[in-house]
Antibody, heavy 123, light 105 residues
Framework: EVQLVQSGAEVKKPGESLKISCKGS????????IGWVRQMPGKGLEWMGIIYPGDSDTRYSPSFQGQVTISADKSISTAYLQWSSLKASDTAMYYCARHYERAADGPGYFDLWGRGTLVTVSS | DIQMTQSPSTLSASVGDRVTITCRASQSISSWLAWYQQKPGKAPKLLIY???SLESGVPSRFSGSGSGTEFTLTISSLQPDDFATYYC???????FGGGTKVEIK
């Protein structure tokens, strides 16, 4: 089955670090970009960044540049999103999504999504 | 930066209604637009890509149209399973619209 499996919910304190994961299976993980999307409570979707696991080429939304780090380990088909010092405002659901790109369909869109990882940051 | 504006933000409709959601880009994005459906507590689901191409497995009551700066998502006959929030996304820079919540009237 083609799927993205995300790590479980996290509860952290402000200032703590965190790394959440997204494991792909059922397809060639190194052939598709993986994106990360934030959804704050009761709010809309925000694109954070995207990584190509084949060579770890990474692009960030200007809104998230410097705030998070996206990485990947192609040997275990897993992408990561990490924070070095969490803030209460990082409380949100975080989704990973596979970026599907085909020349005829343009720059590509997110065709496969993980179920999300809920991150709660509270003192 | 290209801005994406969705309207309305909330829509009240009945089962069987024809529903139209609009997404406007601040500058031309050709046909590089996708539509997603999100139900409470669930991940988004791709419905439409390249403005009007129906993703495999998506019911044919969903359709998309438009190019350039104005796009629409239409549900021809609203079904109980369709009450959800819908997002457009321009995939040059992956920016999402603000979302449209389709509620039961």
């Amino acid at each position: 089955e083609v799927q993205l499996v995300q790590s479980g919910a996290e509860v952290k304190k402000p200032g703590e670090s965190l790394k959440i994961s997204c494991k792909g299976s059922g397809y060639s993980f190194t052939s598709y970009w993986i994106g990360w999307v934030r959804q704050m409570p009761g709010k809309g979707l925000e694109w954070m960044g995207i990584i190509y696991p084949g060579d770890s080429d990474t692009r960030y939304s200007p809104s998230f540049q410097g705030q998070v780090t996206i990485s990947a380990d192609k040997s275990i088909s897993t992408a990561y999103l990490q924070w070095s010092s969490l803030k209460a405002s990082d409380t949100a659901m975080y989704y990973c999504a596979r970026h599907y790109e085909r020349a005829a369909d343009g720059p590509g869109y997110f065709d496969l999504w993980g179920r999300g990882t809920l991150v709660t940051v509270s003192s | 930066d290209i801005q994406m504006t969705q309207s309305p933000s909330t829509l009240s409709a009945s089962v069987g209604d024809r529903v139209t959601i609009t997404c406007r880009a601040s500058q031309s994005i050709s046909s590089w637009l996708a539509w997603y459906q999100q139900k409470p507590g669930k991940a988004p689901k791709l419905l439409i890509y390249k403005a009007s191409s129906l993703e495999s497995g998506v019911p044919s009551r969903f359709s998309g149209s438009g190019s350039g700066t104005e796009f629409t998502l239409t549900i021809s006959s609203l079904q109980p399973d369709d009450f959800a929030t819908y997002y457009c996304q321009q995939y040059n820079s992956y920016l999402f619209g603000g979302g449209t919540k389709v509620e039961i009237k």
